[in-house]
């Protein structure tokens, strides 16, 4: 490790810290109707309710909210199903793509729609401009905006008293979506744009190489093929509403998506920022700011270390690259340690810092390749998905995973005590901790059934190309369960993944691993709504000090290590054994 690569870890988390109370005191108005966008963008607002059919004042209980939200999320599915099985037959396709085959586009489908991103495709070669705009990059937005939804709709649980209803989904994805997601991604995508981030209709373009090169088959190569497109646009939502579905195969690491080590932090920022700022939103809206502290310090207590440790991972280098006489030290003409799959204008330190923050915010970005990891660089972006994406984890969706967390933590200190456990207020009672059980076992089940079915079927065998050692074939297969199950999208990028065995399996991953988090999160909320409010007592543990804190650490930590370590130790711990003692 480098004083430089440690220097621009800290500036990252200092900048990450400095956004939140701004960006959460914006999300908290727009909820709260006190922001002056409101009256910019009330008529809008107004004529989306009467093209929805709902009324602002009209508003849902639990169930007819998730019915909601269901049936939306199915119409999406399908509608973008359609639009990739007739992309041959539509505008805005110069390269004269045909449709995507059906497994595929269900996968892909499910993958937009849950804010997963997963692409078992190569965008450049396989979708039209049509798609990637009106399917994937709508997407983008909505999907962001209904896990920030979920997570308002929870805050209102935990605020309400003896209320029947949570909110309106149309109303809450819509706010979400016009005031927030909507706004940053034109500010964002203006600056990508500024730095070199394509933004286009043309078609692709040859070049001719400056000195040509001969091909695997011997043919000597004199142009390239330069992949065009409404880049900026998709680039600037994928980030921050932590999507991570590239506009290029290559994603973050193209440099047509992110040109300069300066896009590069702004990237890293967007994807984080509003995960960590609704926190603040979270603290705002129960009435108490240590509240929504307490969480994110929680978080970064986690996510700092995590980060300097795949940094240290990758910094060290590999045995094999000292045996070949590979110079692995850093200097001011040479990044050392393992540069394998990483850009050079972004460094190492640059590359295991987005790999951590896009995990463990479900971003799923990448910009560098993580199956070219040392195994315990690439054993931390693995388990930040493990932890079921509560770290920052996705826009919405991961403070809601973190919070069921919390009445897990809560719940078990008030076994400790022999007290009925309370939470900002409410009892936790067992109603509420059998959805919360529901909600983190679900990820977990859903990552081991499918690696198990993946390495015993001839199917999920067939594509794994990695297999020297094993141990790293098996860590790409748990590696994409766990990345479609957790909703992140990221892959190892050695497993073949576009067959009909993978986009079947990980996409009914994706879409169980949303929807089946989704509906329990909501319950909780309407029971919560339903409850009075219970008076602070001295048997009342304080959720916003250092000794809660520290509890629920243990119990994201304790939980993750239990469910994953035997499947660790088949994949990154035994491959590092491997390579030390190699």
Do not use: C
Not at 85 to 98: I, W
Not at 123 to 148: D, H, K, P, R
Not at 311 to 324: C, H, K, M, V
Not at 452 to 477: K, M, Q, R, W
Request: charged share 10%; aromatic share 10%.
């Amino acid at each position: 490790m480098t004083i430089n690569g440690l220097i621009q870890i800290a500036l990252y988390f200092v900048a990450l810290v400095l956004l939140v109370r701004p960006v959460g005191a914006y999300m908290y108005h727009i909820y709260n109707g006190t922001s002056t966008l409101n009256r910019v963008f009330r008529p809008v607002e107004r004529v989306i309710y009467r093209l929805l059919g709902t009324r602002e004042d009209t508003e849902m209980n639990w169930q007819t909210y998730a019915l909601a939200l269901l049936v939306f999320s199915i119409f999406s599915i399908v509608f973008l199903m359609i639009l990739q099985l007739a992309q041959a037959a539509l505008p805005l396709n110069p390269q004269g793509f045909p449709g995507v085959s059906f497994d595929s586009a269900f996968n892909t489908a499910v993958s937009f729609v849950s804010n997963t991103n997963w692409q078992g495709y190569a965008g450049e070669t396989t979708m039209s401009y049509l798609t990637q705009m009106l399917g994937l990059t709508v997407q983008n937005f909505l999907s962001a905006a209904v896990g920030i939804a979920v997570l308002v709709a929870l805050i209102r649980g935990f605020t309400r008293r003896t209320a029947a209803t949570i909110g309106n989904f149309w109303v809450d994805v819509t706010r979400g979506t016009l005031y927030i997601l909507l706004p940053l991604s034109i500010v964002l995508a203006l600056f990508l744009v500024s730095q070199g981030t394509i933004q286009n209709f043309n078609a692709y373009q040859d070049v001719t190489l400056i000195e040509p090169i001969k091909a695997g088959d011997g043919t000597i190569v004199t142009t390239q093929t330069l992949a065009m497109g409404p880049t900026a646009s998709q680039v600037a939502i994928k980030h921050l509403g932590t999507n991570g579905g590239g506009f290029f195969n290559a994603n973050a690491a193209h440099p047509f998506e992110s040109p300069t080590p300066l896009t590069d932090f702004v990237l890293l920022l967007s994807e984080t920022v509003i995960a960590a700022g609704v926190t603040y939103m979270f603290g705002r809206m129960v009435g108490d700011t240590r509240q929504g502290w307490a969480l994110l310090i929680a978080m970064l207590i986690i996510l700092v270390p995590f980060t300097v440790g795949s940094y240290a991972a990758e910094a060290a280098g590999t045995p094999g690259l000292i045996d070949n006489g590979a110079d692995i030290a850093a200097s001011d003409d040479n990044p050392g340690g393992n540069m394998e799959g990483k850009e050079v204008r972004f460094g190492i330190a640059r590359s295991a810092m987005f790999a951590v923050s896009t995990t463990a915010t479900s971003t799923g970005a990448v910009n560098s390749m993580h199956d070219s990891f040392t195994p315990l660089g690439g054993f931390a972006p693995l388990f930040m998905m493990q932890m079921s994406e509560t770290i920052l984890g996705g826009v919405g969706s991961g403070l809601y995973g973190m919070l069921a967390f919390a009445l897990i933590t809560v719940f078990m200190a008030g076994l400790m005590v022999g007290r009925t456990p309370e939470y900002l207020g409410k009892k936790i009672e067992a109603p509420e901790i059998k959805m919360v059980a529901v909600v983190i076992l679900i990820s977990s089940a859903l990552v081991l059934v499918g690696t198990a079915i993946a390495v015993v079927s001839e199917g999920g065998l067939a594509t794994i190309y990695n297999t020297d050692p094993p141990a790293h074939g098996f860590s790409e297969v748990l590696y994409a369960f766990t990345s479609a199950a957790n909703n992140n999208g990221s892959a190892f990028a050695g497993l073949g993944a576009n067959t009909p065995f993978y986009n079947t399996m990980l996409g009914l991953a994706m879409l169980f691993g949303r929807f089946l988090v989704i509906v329990p999160i909501l319950a909780i909320a309407g029971s919560l709504a339903r409850k009075k409010s219970v008076p602070v007592g001295d048997g009342t543990l304080p959720t916003h000090t250092g000794l809660f804190i520290g509890m629920l650490i243990g119990v994201v930590l304790i939980i993750g290590a239990l469910t994953f370590i035997p499947s660790l130790a088949l994949g990154p711990f035994i491959e590092q054994i491997l390579m030390v003692g190699s």
